[in-house]
């Protein structure tokens, strides 16, 4: 099992940056792919980004792709997503997920994942 803590969630104006960490502990965090969604008030969980065990595979979202960037830090037990130009409709709790890693393989639904965290907010102000 893995337990999964994220921050670095806050207040922004819009089009400023923000970082996001999610901390990873218990079993070996490289056994893993991680993901990140988020969930705006009202709306469904909505899938952001999502990185291979190893990092050499990432995935994003076509809302997000050119803006956002997954990364991991496996020495470190940390994926990070890393957010630009965030506009004030990306005003939502940000989760990530994690689940047993099958080779290369990234996963874009909520469904798939095992375990997640409790979610840091994000707020886009205009």
């Known amino acids: 099992q893995v337990q999964l803590v994220e921050s670095g969630g806050g207040l922004v104006q819009a089009g400023g940056s923000l970082r996001l960490s999610c901390a990873a502990s218990?079993?070996?965090?490289?056994?893993?792919?991680m993901g990140w969604f988020r969930q705006a008030p009202g709306k469904e969980r909505e899938f952001v980004a999502a990185?291979?065990?190893?990092?050499?595979?990432?995935y994003h979202a076509d809302s997000v792709k050119g803006r956002f960037t997954i990364s991991r830090d496996n020495a470190k037990n940390t994926v990070y997503l890393k957010m630009n130009s965030l506009n004030p409709e990306e005003t939502s709790i940000y989760y990530c997920?994690?689940?047993?890693?099958?080779?290369?393989?990234?996963?874009?639904?909520?469904?798939?994942?095992?375990?997640w965290g409790q979610g840091t907010q994000v707020t886009v102000s205009s």
């Open positions: 218990g079993r070996t965090f490289s056994s893993y792919a």
């Open positions: 990185i291979s065990w190893n990092g050499g595979t990432t």
């Open positions: 997920a994690a689940r047993i890693a099958h080779y290369y393989g990234v996963y874009r639904t909520s469904n798939e994942y095992e375990y």
